[in-house]
């Protein structure tokens, strides 16, 4: 709460309220809609902060939220006797939860699933060792004494789970200075039909050097994430996991509305 | 969803949130076809590139997707009408194919301006 009140004290004018909602059900103008939206987004944000931990971006949360708040103005009815704050708060963080809940069941893990993944985890990299190749799901579950279906849930939601916000710092432990930029120079024919470089030479930036450099040894090198696990001293699920971030936020960089 | 002779057949609704539950479908299926774990992340990675490329060039919902599994090798395609217009050249298309070529062994598009006909091939 205290975080929000640096902003913006919640504290609403009642009178104006009553004088907006009911000019907007007389004459239904959008702009009255508007003013209505703006005049109440700081509880949108002090309800979306509440949810800023579970690693999507704040300003993702807000949009969410907004929805909430519109419907919650277009269904309010001014003769009951409660105040609207009441009436949206409800209304707005069903709509976030309904957010959470549509975009990842896996965002909440349960528990024999994260005990399960660290268990995949581990056992991965000793049946590589002992088979001398990469293990299937199928060797990892009789492993493991569990179906493979479990693998499977396991290791998607972990993804999910682990999943931090696009903004978010990772650490570069073993990516040094690495630059895919200057190795794309050098390897052009592998881009050919890839037009547009300027796009995916800024989306690069985003990225960190060891994010780069797994994009580099998978795409480029074709490395498969085994080997690329292997030659950075990191797990095979950790590659996975990096490759699908850096994935996402190559695609949220080049475009806009995907994300 | 719908079996037939091994096809499998799967309609989704065109919209982000099923990407990982096509990630999930494509992890059961690949991994009863014993394909490592390096290709069943390459092939997670394949169906959501496919799926979201759908996605860009205005596929409307549902995007039918079908599963095609072989002796050794597993054939995905995407099917489904264009909307009106909406087919927009995009510069994450030219990399969506990168990564597409990457990760599968072959990679086809048979569609028109009217139909979205993506043809994904991975060997065990």
Redesign the interface.
Known sequence: MAEAGQNRSLVWDRGKTYELFTEYRATGDPEIRDELVRMYLNLVEYLARRFKSRGEPLDDLIQVGTIGLIKAIDRFDIERAVEFTTYATPTIVGELKRYFRDKGWAIRVPRRLQELNLQVNQIVNGLTQELRRTPTINEIADKLGVTSEEVIEAMETSEAYNFISLDGDLSTESGENFSLLEYIGENDKQLVGLEDRASLGAALKGLTPQEQKILYLRFFRGLTQTEIASELDISQMHVSRLLRRTLQVLRQKMLSFEE | MVETDGRIYLELPIE??FA?LL??FV??I???M?????A??DL??AV??AF?TA??RGVESPVQIHFVPGDYRLSIEFKGRVAKGAAEE???D??G???LE?VVDELSHMGSDTDFDLRLVKNV
Do not use: C, T, W, Y
């Not at chain 2, 014993?34 to 390096?38: G, I, M």
């Open positions: 982000k949130e990982g990630r999930l992890s059961g690949a991994s009863r014993d394909f490592d774990l390096d069943v992340d997670k990675i959501e590139e979201l996605m860009r995009n510069p994450a030219d990399f194919k990168f990564i990457a």
